[in-house]
């Protein structure tokens, strides 16, 4: 009889376990689903952001318009048209052209959760005194990025992306975001108005 009542618990027990980690589930998606919503993705949207990591700290501004992205930091500017990134290096007036993952987008773009939590990610909503804070756990440990740490405020707004990759944590914090009108040759990198710079491609 003990062990049939055991049974029983040890079932109810992986039951409540099961519906209270699905609901959380499902709570998170609702706030990145809320917060992805504020982004005009068809026109474009523009923020300053912070990067910091054990390695950099950087500061600078970024344009976004569907999965394209154009940021500038005091030190770069890389521009990403969907397929192919240029990285405007400005001490030595080099140009690196490459096709990068998903990893290597996420360390300049901090919008690459747009699309990130709808595939391949387990999510945790918990309440903190700064918001909403959304755990992102990749199904697959092989993923760029492996783990990640969405807060979004009560206007539903991003305030921070914590996310760590093979090479450790990184933190980007987001400010002052507006909806804007941006072409599309925003986010190609036009020679003409780099002459002096040498051109790497890294394909």
């Known amino acids: 009889m003990k062990k049939i009542l055991t049974i029983i618990v040890l079932m109810a027990v992986a039951v409540i376990t099961s519906t209270a980690a699905n609901n959380s589930s499902s709570a998170a998606k609702k706030v990145l689903d809320q917060a992805a919503a504020k982004f005009n993705i068809k026109s474009g949207t523009t923020a300053n952001f912070t990067i910091s990591s054990d390695k950099i700290k950087q500061s600078g501004t970024i344009s976004i318009k569907g999965n394209k992205f154009q940021a500038t930091t005091p030190s770069a500017i890389v521009w990403y048209n969907g397929k192919t990134q240029w990285t405007y290096v400005k001490k030595n007036e080099e140009v690196n052209v490459s096709t990068p993952n998903a990893a290597k987008q996420a360390s300049m773009n901090p919008y690459t959760f747009l699309s990130l939590y709808k595939k391949g990610y387990n999510m945790e909503l918990k309440k903190t005194a700064s918001g909403n804070q959304v755990h992102l756990t990749a199904q697959n440990q092989k993923s760029g990025i492996k783990e990640a740490y969405i807060l979004v405020d009560a206007n539903s707004n991003i305030k921070e992306v914590k ?41």
């Open 163 to 203: 996310m760590r990759q093979a090479s450790g944590w990184m933190t980007i914090s987001i400010s002052n975001v507006k909806s804007s009108k941006l072409s599309d040759a925003a986010f190609t990198f036009n020679a003409k108005d780099y002459p002096k710079a040498e051109v790497i491609d890294l394909r």
